[in-house]
């Protein structure tokens, strides 16, 4: 199991959560399951067979597609979170803004049925016709990677949810040859190069130690966005680098016409005392880098996959989280300023409670050392509205980005 640094989760569950999507109802995740106190934490959703890995496990050095894919029965209606609740839930301008801005996206082997399916996706939810553009990592439009179709996923998620919150947007999606850290730091620096200022990252180096790679994510001008994990309590990179804004995850549900969230249990998200503390964070709990910065949901979202799947697809995990973000991000037009998740820890209070939604509850599982803490529960109080597991919160418009 990855996780090199991987820090243990609580002895006893400590949350249990509902939730009910108005368009139809899904299996929520429930408790982090732990038998003893020296075994690796189980991720909820494995330990109770709710989802299932969209990758293959990664060798440890190497990078993790953050797609889940929820084990759901197949429904005769498209449910789920589409592209007009992230709008809602989000109060996001994905209809008027965005153009011109170029959100990348950078995934490892190639799907060759991302643009179909991306076609599908958007004209189910009404979207116009994607500004979409796919590369490999040499920054050619050919030449792509070989497909793996157990990877594939990932690719039509990524693109569905940059097209649900920033439909407007440019994508270019850019295609590593392979899963190792030197090829999709050659994809990052392409994206670059390309003209991108958002990139999008919803994989994970789970550790530290042989998952350095922090030269590829350094470029000034540049907002860096990437997935916190899937495993609970927990780091890898490059979510852990202070210039890339690390995203965690939430379960959304609703109520009539109101929103409201928690924290989703498997998100990753804690203190990475191997990364040097930003001169813009101080909090109390953490000598390093502090992690996450923000969320967005990781349940329950649907896209379109004829890849390595068979059509429509339930998904869960921070890799729905991240492409979301990164498409707030461009909506906002101002990614080229940011200094990673700097605009998160330095808004004022009054600020950051108008345009983020707080996360007041809920846990990504405590190490023994860290039980109550606000690097893994959310809700505190110990260091204001701030926890590990959301970070400061969810989008409530662009204001925060």
């Given at each position: 199991?990855?996780?090199?640094?991987?820090?243990?989760?609580?002895?006893?569950?400590?949350?249990?959560?509902?939730?009910?999507?108005?368009a139809?109802?899904?299996?929520?995740?429930?408790?982090?399951?732990?038998?003893?106190?020296?075994?690796?934490?189980?991720?909820?959703?494995?330990?109770r067979?709710?989802?299932?890995?969209?990758?293959?496990?990664?060798?440890?050095?190497?990078?993790?597609?953050?797609a889940?894919?929820?084990?759901?029965?197949?429904?005769?209606?498209?449910?789920?979170?589409?592209?007009?609740?992230?709008?809602?839930?989000?109060?996001?301008?994905s209809?008027?803004?965005?153009?011109?801005?170029?959100v990348?996206?950078?995934?490892?082997?190639?799907?060759?049925?991302?643009?179909?399916d991306?076609?599908?996706?958007?004209?189910?939810?009404?979207?116009?016709?994607?500004?979409?553009?796919?590369?490999?990592?040499?920054?050619?439009?050919?030449?792509?990677?070989?497909?793996?179709?157990?990877?594939?996923?990932?690719?039509?998620?990524?693109?569905?949810?940059?097209?649900?919150?920033?439909?407007?947007?440019?994508?270019?999606?850019v295609?590593?040859?392979?899963?190792?850290?030197?090829?999709?730091?050659k994809?990052?620096?392409?994206?670059v190069?390309?003209?991108?200022?958002?990139?999008?990252?919803?994989?994970?180096?789970?550790?530290?130690t042989?998952?350095?790679?922090?030269?590829?994510?350094?470029?000034?001008?540049v907002?860096?966005?990437?997935?916190a994990?899937d495993?609970?309590?927990?780091?890898?990179?490059?979510m852990?680098?202070?210039?890339?804004?690390?995203?965690?995850?939430?379960?959304?549900?609703?109520?009539?016409?109101?929103?409201?969230?928690?924290?989703?249990?498997?998100?990753g998200?804690?203190?990475v005392?191997?990364?040097?503390?930003?001169?813009?964070?101080?909090?109390?709990?953490?000598?390093?880098?502090?992690?996450?910065?923000?969320?967005?949901?990781a349940?329950?979202?649907?896209?379109y996959?004829?890849?390595?799947?068979?059509?429509?697809?339930?998904?869960?995990?921070?890799?729905?989280?991240?492409?979301?973000?990164a498409?707030?991000?461009?909506?906002?037009?101002?990614?080229?300023?940011?200094?990673?998740?700097?605009?998160?820890?330095t808004?004022?209070?009054?600020?950051?409670?108008?345009?983020?939604?707080?996360?007041?509850?809920?846990?990504?599982?405590?190490?023994?050392?860290?039980?109550?803490?606000?690097?893994?529960?959310?809700?505190?109080?110990?260091?204001?509205?701030?926890?590990?597991?959301?970070?400061?919160g969810?989008p409530?418009?662009?204001?925060?980005?």
């Amino acid at each position: 199991m990855p996780g090199i640094l991987k820090l243990f989760g609580p002895f006893v569950a400590v949350l249990a959560v509902a939730g009910c999507n108005a368009a139809g109802s899904a299996t929520v995740p429930g408790p982090i399951v732990q038998t003893t106190l020296e075994a690796q934490p189980i991720p909820q959703w494995q330990a109770r067979n709710l989802a299932r890995r969209a990758c293959p496990e990664a060798a440890p050095g190497e990078a993790q597609c953050e797609a889940l894919i929820i084990n759901k029965s197949t429904e005769s209606k498209v449910s789920g979170w589409g592209a007009r609740d992230i709008e809602a839930a989000y109060g996001l301008p994905s209809s008027s803004k965005g153009a011109g801005q170029i959100v990348a996206i950078v995934d490892y082997n190639d799907n060759p049925n991302v643009a179909s399916d991306l076609a599908v996706y958007r004209r189910h939810y009404g979207l116009p016709k994607a500004k979409f553009f796919k590369y490999n990592q040499d920054g050619q439009q050919g030449h792509y990677p070989k497909g793996q179709v157990q990877d594939g996923l990932e690719e039509d998620l990524d693109v569905d949810m940059v097209s649900a919150s920033c439909p407007n947007c440019t994508i270019y999606l850019v295609e590593s040859n392979d899963n190792s850290l030197g090829s999709l730091v050659k994809a990052e620096q392409e994206a670059v190069k390309l003209g991108a200022r958002t990139i999008s990252n919803s994989f994970i180096c789970y550790g530290f130690t042989g998952c350095d790679q922090s030269k590829g994510y350094e470029t000034p001008g540049v907002t860096y966005v990437a997935a916190a994990g899937d495993e609970s309590y927990g780091v890898g990179t490059p979510m852990a680098y202070g210039n890339v804004v690390s995203v965690g995850g939430t379960l959304l549900s609703k109520r009539g016409s109101i929103y409201s969230e928690i924290v989703w249990p498997g998100t990753g998200g804690g203190c990475v005392p191997q990364v040097a503390k930003p001169s813009w964070q101080h909090d109390p709990g953490c000598s390093g880098r502090t992690t996450n910065d923000v969320s967005a949901v990781a349940w329950n979202v649907p896209l379109y996959d004829t890849y390595g799947e068979s059509g429509w697809e339930y998904s869960g995990g921070t890799s729905s989280a991240t492409p979301i973000i990164a498409g707030a991000f461009a909506l906002a037009g101002n990614a080229a300023k940011q200094d990673g998740g700097k605009i998160f820890w330095t808004l004022g209070e009054e600020k950051r409670r108008e345009d983020l939604h707080v996360i007041g509850s809920g846990t990504n599982g405590c190490p023994p050392h860290l039980r109550g803490s606000y690097l893994c529960i959310a809700g505190t109080d110990e260091f204001g509205t701030y926890s590990g597991p959301t970070g400061w919160g969810t989008p409530n418009g662009i204001g925060a980005f």
